[in-house]
């Protein structure tokens, strides 16, 4: 383990050095924030609830979500494993006994820890603006559970992002493929809309999708739109859909190792 150590902390400082790229993405999302507050602001106009819930609780929903996106979220993975299949890079870790996904995932960690950060310095310099409108839940067990299905949920999000960058032993431009699943992600994904204004039946369906645990359940269960009765099965079915991507990723990096050609790097 003291390798991946080694390399979550040189992924550390090499994200320090760009410090303020995660900065200015921080503080430029905070116009996200503020169409949320717009839109979501006219949609309730003369509605007390909507879905059971009210303005605060939904704007509470959104600014959490902002928050967790930074700590979670698999930004340009995808996009940088890619990059180490096409140009060669990829070839020095096939003779060294150095594990490719935990190498990742150690610098992934270590680019959350920075840009978590610095999205939770703009939360703070939103916050005079939003706090008359927030509205958290007090309940101990949330934060129990919210912890470890914001790990689950990094884990899924990187084994995706994992997945779609060892597209690059099959195609030479995979950005058809990250569009795509990111406009999947969106929309499934509780990133547009809470997930609960669905329609019942088609929202218990996508409760068993992966892209329920990408972003929605944790959030949701921070800001006390699910119960314990879900929250508890939930997590499970989270736990099972981390392990699935992990093997998932581990045999499309074992598969796209029989296409590839040793050449640079």
């Given amino acids: 383990m003291l390798k991946y150590r080694h390399a979550f902390v040189v ?6 050095v760009y410090r303020w790229n995660f900065a200015v993405r921080s503080l430029f ?22 879905g059971g819930f009210g303005f605060a609780q939904t704007l509470t929903y959104f600014v959490v979500l902002f928050l967790l996106q ?3 979220g698999a930004f340009n993975e ?19 006994p150095i594990n490719y996904f935990a190498y990742r995932l150690s610098v992934f960690a270590a680019a959350r820890v920075v840009s978590g950060a610095l999205g939770l310095v703009a939360i703070l310099v939103a916050l005079p603006f939003f706090r008359g409108y927030l509205t958290l839940p007090h309940d101990g067990w949330r934060i129990a559970l919210g ?10 999000q990187f ?14 431009e995979i950005q058809g493929f990250v569009i795509l699943s990111m406009a999947v992600e969106t929309v499934l994904g509780g990133q547009f809309f809470p997930l609960d204004l669905l329609p019942p039946a088609v929202f218990h369906a996508v409760s068993y999708l992966p892209f329920y645990y990408q972003a929605y359940f944790p959030t949701a ?12 099965p939930g997590l499970a079915i989270q736990a099972i859909w981390a392990f699935v991507m992990v093997c998932l990723a ?6 796209g190792l029989r296409h590839h050609t040793a050449a640079g790097g």
Wanted: glycine share 8%; net charge positive; with cysteine.
């Fill in 78 to 96: 995808d996009y940088l494993i890619s990059e180490d299949v096409r140009n060669g890079l990829i070839n020095q870790f096939l003779l060294k």
């Fill in 70 to 72: 930074f700590f979670i």
């Fill in 159 to 172: 084994s995706i992002a994992y997945c779609f960058g060892m597209l690059a032993f099959w195609f030479l």
């Fill in 221 to 232: 269960i921070m800001t006390g739109r699910i119960g314990l009765d879900v929250a508890l």
């Fill in 11 to 16: 992924g550390l400082q090499s994200n320090l």
């Fill in 250 to 255: 581990e045999a499309v990096w074992r598969r």
């Fill in 29 to 50: 999302s905070l116009f996200h924030l503020a169409f949320v507050f717009i839109f979501w602001g006219a949609i309730y106009s003369g509605r007390a609830a909507i």
């Fill in 147 to 156: 912890i470890p299905a914001m790990g689950l949920t990094a884990l899924i």
